[in-house]
């Protein structure tokens, strides 16, 4: 009796230790679950400049957050972070934290498809860094005078792949390889055309130009080698910038005289269903749609 009575005794320890066990490893275990939870989803957003300060909004309009001094923000490729020029060139989060001067001067700056360089404007010349930065080089030699009063490059942006960039000098859209050889002027002509971005798909360019007549600008689209140029507004309209899956294009539609300002409006990538945006009591210009994610 004593020893059946010690061996359930000794049984009983047993199970204890192992229920003890299992509870321990089960308490561990949950927060691995929760370290694998997906992240919250980030919606889409449009980012844009008022001439001093620059704001957040969702894609619809609504949700008008101001996030941050600056001018001519860009969203990179998948929306995480935004660049911007306004006496410096500085990077921040995609929600306006983490603001990081990377350079003084510049303007109009641009993320590569990756994320890994930005390229942007100083002095009438094109220049390209590391998104941190680093090794700020100047792009190329174009051809032309120099100095004050003569043809300056601005307004460069990235093709989709990443080898190509686009820019405005002397009123003429030009490409370039990305490592700044081989610049050439895509779109020739008397007409003053302005501010290209490529689509997604890298297929077109947006840009602005005065081609329809007049001195105001309206949107244009063309193929991505300059070729079947035609027109998307008929108003005043400039800074045209696609949503990430290149389906619309939110655009800027300074008011007449003797109204003053600047409204956000946003079509179909045909030029259809065209609406705006943005409050008009309110200064909105440069803008830059930023993917959102699922998770």
């Keep these: 009796m004593l020893v059946r009575r010690g061996g359930a005794l000794r049984a009983a320890a047993v199970i204890a230790v ?31 400049d ?19 001094a600056g001018r001519e923000p860009r969203f990179a490729a998948d929306g995480t972070k935004l660049v911007f020029g306004g006496g410096s060139i500085a990077t921040a989060a995609a929600d306006g934290s983490e603001v990081r001067e990377l350079t003084e001067g510049g303007y109009g700056p641009s993320f590569s498809p990756d994320g890994s360089r930005i390229v942007f404007a100083r002095g009438g010349a094109l220049y390209v860094m590391n998104a941190d930065g680093a090794e700020v080089r100047r792009l190329g030699e174009l051809p032309g005078p120099t100095g004050p009063n003569q043809p300056s490059s601005q307004s460069p942006v990235f093709s989709p792949d990443g080898s190509t960039i686009a820019f405005t000098r ?27 971005v490529f689509a997604p798909d890298g297929a077109s360019i947006v840009f602005s130009s005065n081609r329809a ?4 600008a309206t949107i244009h689209v063309m193929d991505a080698d300059g ?9 005043w309209s400039v800074g045209p910038a696609f949503s990430p899956d290149g389906t619309r294009i939110v655009y800027t ?7 003053s300002g600047a409204e956000l409006w946003v079509m179909n ?9 943005t409050d008009p009591n309110r200064v909105a210009q440069h803008a830059s749609w930023g993917a959102g994610s699922e998770r």
């Design 18 to 48: 192992l229920s003890g066990l299992l509870a321990g490893c089960g308490a561990d275990a949950e927060p691995e679950r929760n370290a694998l939870q997906p992240a919250l989803a980030r919606p889409a957003k449009i980012a844009f």
């Design 50 to 68: 008022d001439s001093e300060s620059i704001f957040l909004m969702n894609a619809d309009g609504t949700g008008v957050a101001r996030i941050a």
């Design 170 to 196: 002397a009123n003429t859209i030009w490409v370039m390889a990305a490592d700044g050889t081989n610049p050439r002027p895509l779109l020739t002509d008397a007409h003053q055309n302005t501010d290209p």
């Design 213 to 216: 007549g007049g001195k105001r």
């Design 227 to 235: 070729g079947n140029v035609r027109a998307l507004t008929t108003e």
């Design 253 to 259: 539609r300074p008011r007449s005289a003797p109204e």
């Design 269 to 277: 990538r045909d030029g259809s269903d065209q609406r705006r945006l």
